[in-house]
């Protein structure tokens, strides 16, 4: 299995508290993304990063900012939980270059906010 | 405006028989197109992809066509069997100037199959 690990795996939360999920990887790969999975919208891209301190938003980043100080961690924080973001989050590496582009994808973290 | 598009939320398919997942796309800069499938609490895992240059790929028992003038290609799964009962995502990405380009997905579709 790809080296990648999320936590917490599980969360449960209230409305307007700070919440910070963690991706960590040991392959080295360059390219790390968060996205989340909600029924009836399949999977969303939230940030993404392209190196450490390299980040850039995806298609739904309103709510949610990122930090990867390190080659191997990527977090992704709620500063203000809201319901809406009720979810289960993925966290996806890739080595980059030229090809398909293979993601490979973290167990996922399910987060519930009351 | 959703970019790929998978009309089917849901199959049911017999064991033994073929199983065909649908994906339509709009943009016509996507250069590569993949397919995951996703067990229940697990992570989306890699099945198959394939470059808009060809119309066919095939690994095994899964197959994936790729209709460029139709926008449209399809993952064929023969003999279909019960551990293939999972969702199935279609993928698209599209890359400009020397970026990385990010992974589109589809709404995904679950496939049961029956013994």
């Known amino acids: ?114 | 405006d959703q970019q790929v598009k998978q009309n089917s939320p849901s199959l049911s398919v017999q064991e033994g028989r073929i199983s065909i997942l649908n994906c339509d796309y709009t943009n016509s800069m996507f250069d590569y197109f993949l397919w995951y499938k996703k067990y229940p609490a697990e992570g989306p895992t890699f099945l198959i992809s394939i470059s808009s240059i060809k119309d066919k790929n095939e690994d095994g028992r899964f197959t994936v066509f790729l209709n460029k003038s139709a926008k449209h290609l399809s993952l064929h799964i023969v003999p279909s069997q019960p551990g293939d009962s999972a969702v199935y995502f279609c993928a698209a990405r599209r890359t400009h100037g020397g970026s990385q380009g990010n992974l589109i997905f589809g709404k995904g579709t679950k496939l049961s199959v029956k013994p």
């Open chain 1, 1 to 114: 299995d790809a080296g990648i690990t999320q936590s917490p795996r599980h969360k449960v939360t209230e409305t307007g508290t700070p919440v910070t999920l963690r991706c960590h990887q040991t392959e080295n790969h360059r390219y790390m993304y968060w996205y989340r999975q909600d029924p009836g919208h399949g999977l969303r891209l939230i940030h993404y990063s392209y190196g450490v301190k390299d980040t850039d938003k995806g298609e739904v980043s309103d709510g949610y900012s990122v930090s990867r100080s390190k080659t191997e961690d990527f977090l992704l924080t709620l500063e203000s939980a809201t319901s809406s973001q009720t979810s289960v989050y993925f966290c996806a590496i890739s080595e980059g270059g030229t090809g398909a582009n293979v993601l490979t994808f973290g167990a996922g973290s399910r987060l519930t906010v009351l």
